[in-house]
């Protein structure tokens, strides 16, 4: 092996051992932020639920049931009421076919929600196709 060989050979392993020793910080690096963040998100949960006891909120819409369509023919719109309400506290809905279809061709149909807000007695609401039915946790 000549000169220039192994001067080459010795820098790529330099060059190898730097890269592995930085990747290993910034895995180190990269855990460390990861629980941290973690940690702060469960501070914060903690923190808001501590929030909604303390100031006497209501808390968030909990859908517990949820049909659209006629007496005799409806779908279960539970699953896409609790999409658009998500975790807040007051949402309007659209009473149409998008929420699960339409269960009653050429027939009017009615949405219709039983909710409950925290560990408040549970609410019912209604719409006809077309309007917008409002659930609210205020």
């Not at 009473?95 to 560990?119: I, Q, T």
């Amino acid at each position: 092996m000549d000169n220039s060989s192994a001067v080459r050979r010795a820098l790529f392993l330099v060059a190898s051992m730097a890269i592995g020793a930085m990747s290993g910080a910034a895995f180190a690096q990269s855990s460390e932020y990861r629980r941290g963040y973690d940690q702060g998100y469960r501070d914060g949960v903690e923190a808001q639920s501590n929030q909604e006891q303390s100031s006497g909120s209501r808390g968030r819409i909990v859908i517990d049931d949820a049909n659209y369509g006629t007496r005799r023919d409806a779908c279960d719109a539970r699953e896409a009421i609790e999409r658009a309400a998500g975790w807040r506290r007051h949402v309007t809905i659209t009473a149409d076919n998008s929420l699960c279809g339409d269960p009653a061709p050429d027939r009017p149909k009615r949405l219709e929600v039983r909710y409950h807000c925290g560990r408040d007695a549970p609410q019912r609401a209604e719409a006809r196709e077309g309007s917008v039915l409002s659930l609210s946790c205020r």
